[in-house]
């Protein structure tokens, strides 16, 4: 993955709406292929965090627009009981 594709699914994670808290919390279940992607992408960013191999600059990006380096169970709950209420 070459510069470019990072860039792109940044744009596509800046889309995603913030929370209250500021934090974008994509989930990680198979919502649509789109989102899903974008869940395995912050999943990759998540590891490179931990794997201490991500750019300073990419981190400083991701942390101003919302990135949640440890995902809490609780938002992700809080979602879909919403989705399954629009049922």
């Known amino acids: 993955q070459g510069p470019s594709s990072w860039e792109h699914w ?3 994670y800046l889309e995603w709406p913030a929370d209250d808290a500021g934090r974008r919390l994509v989930p990680s279940l198979h919502v649509s292929a789109e989102v899903y992607r974008l869940a395995m ?3 990759k960013q998540r ?3 931990r794997d201490g191999v991500v750019a300073f600059e990419r981190l400083a990006l991701l942390e101003a627009a919302g990135f949640v380096l440890k995902e809490d169970p609780a938002p992700l709950w809080d979602f879909w009981f919403a989705v ?3 049922w």
């Open 10 to 12: 940044y744009r596509r």
């Open 41 to 43: 992408w912050l999943n």
């Open 47 to 49: 590891q490179a965090c």
């Open 84 to 86: 399954f209420m629009q």
